[in-house]
């Protein structure tokens, strides 16, 4: 078995969010989380073969630690991948099989693979071999119509004795059928019982906690149970609260910095792409929720979403937002 990451590496993460958790995305996030761990969006094994591994693998080094997380099921695709991805300087490949759509049944990968846990096994003892860094995965309780903790848990066990020590668990099953990935987040009931139960009766795995958790308090009190927690959605359309949870988790004895410090840090990156030829809208998108709940936060969201499309854009329309926000404050 392949060591696992340092344990304060996992005590806080950024799930993998398709269309979401880009380069752009993962910057702005670790200047909010100096030390959380981050993922890439799931990333096709095919894909990171043939494609533009500029494109798809290229981040930039304040990311560390970053994890790839990838999507498949061939043993051999998944274990070039893995190697491919290790030597780009990934800290951890991530095998998905929790993802919910059409697309990725399609595909054979993702949740449905909760389905053939020798086949995950097969993945994942080919990764390791492949791999100097980290194999881990990202499950569902299961899908459908499974119901039972012990069928549950003889995956984890199936796919544990393959090499991997980490398992990141979404705490709710998945319909493969009938719902929307949207509604696979939010209808399926979360039973964060079963996660507990995983760490308690198999203390030498890593079990980070998925789903659910969107505040500092729900965050620690989890901790009191698992070894990790993951924030999702949350993290991204509030991202102040991933810097709240970061602070609580490693530096309590910080106070956390204002909204508009942790932005201005941001300008150097935001700088560098812009003389690279990024528009500046394919950064911006990732900040507009910075402000959500404080006063002129609707003004910051307005200002950056109309001028980021300019072709002239750049850290000005920043200021102007930020400036924004501080007119409103005091109008209130």
């Given at each position: 078995?392949?060591?696992?990451?340092p344990l304060d590496s996992t005590r806080l993460s950024v799930a993998p969010m398709m269309d979401w958790t880009d380069r752009h995305c993962r910057v702005f996030h670790r200047l909010l989380a100096p030390h959380?761990?981050?993922?890439?969006?799931?990333?096709?094994?095919?894909?990171?073969?043939?494609?533009?591994?500029?494109?798809?693998?290229?981040?930039?080094?304040?990311?560390?630690?970053?994890?790839?997380?990838?999507?498949?099921?061939?043993?051999?695709?998944?274990?070039?991948?893995?190697?491919?991805?290790?030597?780009?300087?990934?800290?951890?490949?991530?095998?998905?099989?929790?993802?919910?759509?059409?697309?990725?049944?399609?595909?054979?990968?993702?949740?449905?693979?909760?389905?053939?846990?020798?086949?995950?096994?097969?993945?994942?003892?080919?990764?390791?071999?492949?791999?100097?860094?980290?194999?881990?995965?990202?499950?569902?309780?299961?899908?459908?119509?499974?119901?039972?903790?012990?069928?549950?848990?003889?995956?984890?066990?199936?796919?544990?004795?393959?090499?991997?020590?980490?398992?990141?668990?979404?705490?709710?099953?998945?319909?493969?059928?009938?719902?929307?990935?949207?509604?696979?987040?939010?209808?399926?009931?979360?039973?964060?019982?079963?996660?507990?139960?995983?760490?308690?009766?198999?203390?030498?795995?890593?079990?980070?906690?998925?789903?659910?958790?969107?505040?500092?308090?729900?965050?620690?009190?989890?901790?009191?149970?698992?070894?990790?927690?993951?924030?999702?959605?949350?993290?991204?359309?509030?991202?102040?609260?991933?810097?709240?949870?970061?602070?609580?988790?490693?530096?309590?004895?910080?106070?956390?910095?204002?909204?508009?410090?942790?932005?201005?840090?941001?300008?150097?990156?935001?700088?560098?792409?812009?003389?690279?030829?990024?528009?500046?809208?394919?950064?911006?998108?990732?900040?507009?929720?910075?402000?959500?709940?404080?006063?002129?936060?609707?003004?910051?969201?307005?200002?950056?979403?109309?001028?980021?499309?300019?072709?002239?854009?750049?850290?000005?329309?920043?200021?102007?937002?930020?400036?924004a926000t501080v007119r409103r404050e005091d109008a209130a």
């Amino acid at each position: 078995m392949i060591p696992l990451p340092p344990l304060d590496s996992t005590r806080l993460s950024v799930a993998p969010m398709m269309d979401w958790t880009d380069r752009h995305c993962r910057v702005f996030h670790r200047l909010l989380a100096p030390h959380a761990r981050l993922y890439t969006e799931m990333v096709h094994a095919q894909a990171v073969i043939h494609g533009d591994r500029e494109r798809l693998l290229g981040f930039d080094g304040v990311e560390h630690p970053v994890a790839l997380q990838l999507g498949g099921s061939d043993p051999a695709h998944l274990a070039q991948a893995t190697r491919i991805g290790a030597d780009w300087g990934y800290d951890e490949i991530n095998l998905n099989v929790g993802c919910p759509s059409d697309r990725v049944q399609a595909g054979k990968f993702g949740a449905c693979l909760m389905r053939e846990p020798s086949l995950v096994a097969e993945c994942v003892a080919e990764m390791v071999a492949a791999s100097p860094v980290p194999v881990t995965v990202k499950c569902r309780l299961g899908v459908d119509e499974m119901e039972d903790y012990g069928v549950f848990r003889d995956f984890i066990d199936t796919v544990a004795s393959a090499g991997c020590g980490l398992f990141v668990v979404h705490a709710r099953k998945a319909w493969l059928q009938g719902l929307s990935p949207k509604e696979n987040r939010e209808i399926p009931p979360l039973r964060y019982d079963w996660v507990h139960q995983l760490k308690r009766e198999r203390p030498g795995l890593r079990i980070v906690l998925n789903g659910g958790l969107a505040t500092v308090e729900d965050s620690l009190a989890a901790l009191a149970h698992v070894d990790g927690v993951m924030i999702g959605r949350a993290a991204y359309h509030e991202p102040y609260r991933l810097h709240l949870m970061d602070r609580a988790m490693f530096t309590p004895d910080v106070a956390p910095l204002e909204r508009g410090a942790l932005l201005r840090a941001y300008r150097p990156y935001i700088e560098d792409c812009r003389a690279r030829g990024v528009a500046v809208k394919h950064i911006t998108r990732h900040i507009l929720g910075l402000f959500h709940g404080q006063p002129g936060g609707r003004a910051f969201r307005q200002v950056l979403s109309e001028g980021a499309p300019r072709s002239d854009a750049g850290w000005d329309l920043v200021e102007r937002a930020l400036a924004a926000t501080v007119r409103r404050e005091d109008a209130a």
